[in-house]
């Protein structure tokens, strides 16, 4: 049996997933670098190597563009956090030394993505800037991961293993503080290395003091 040809100069599927991924990872780097309003379809395709009618063709507008940079740094952190937050939610059952560890670990997971992955912070800031403006993509893509984590929260709070009358403050609080951790960070790798390390220590300090002060959760209330 013979097959049928590709049409000329139709790109095959993976052809096809390849070039958007290329045009998204330059897009990315764009607004991450300038922000929404400095940036054209123009620059985006000069620095992905295509034409504009190539960005448009597998992006759409400028803002559907920009929307699909958003997604895809939710899905690579979302990717990073779910299995962190399911391990911590197996081991509620086994007691507030066990919960402890896999807030560390859950946190561990969250300053390494950040830190190896810088351009999602710097997206976030570029869009925080006027924080009226595109508020729908905190909805979409910010939102979520909160409340991946809140959940977590409330689910330790009614386990017993700690005490947190205001998840969503402090799921706030240390996701910011990441983020400025990263902003904040060495340029050369091995201040950076050192600096991921200390920070971790502060984030479990942080915790402890917060939810096992005294060795009790909420000890501290």
Sequence with gaps: MTMPRRRPGRPRRSESR???EVVLTAAT???AARGFDAVGLRQVAAAAGVDVATVSHHTGT?????????????VAERDALQAATR????????GPAAARGALHDLV?????????HPQTTALWLRRWLEPHRHADLDERY?????ELVEQL???????????????HITVRSLVWAVHAHVVALAADAASAQRERQEFRAFVHRFLDG????????????
């Design 108 to 116: 561990d997971v969250f300053v390494d993505f950040l830190q190896e």
């Design 210 to 221: 917060l939810y096992w002060a005294g060795g009790q959760p909420g000890a501290h209330a």
């Design 29 to 31: 780097a764009l607004f």
């Design 62 to 74: 400028k803002a559907q563009l920009y929307d699909a940079c958003f997604a895809r740094v939710f």
């Design 87 to 94: 391990a911590a939610h197996d081991a509620l059952d086994t």
């Design 18 to 20: 390849d070039t958007r």
């Design 153 to 167: 929260l409330r689910a330790a709070a009614a386990a017993g293993a700690l005490v947190e009358p205001t998840p």
């Design 142 to 146: 910010s939102a979520p991961l909160y």
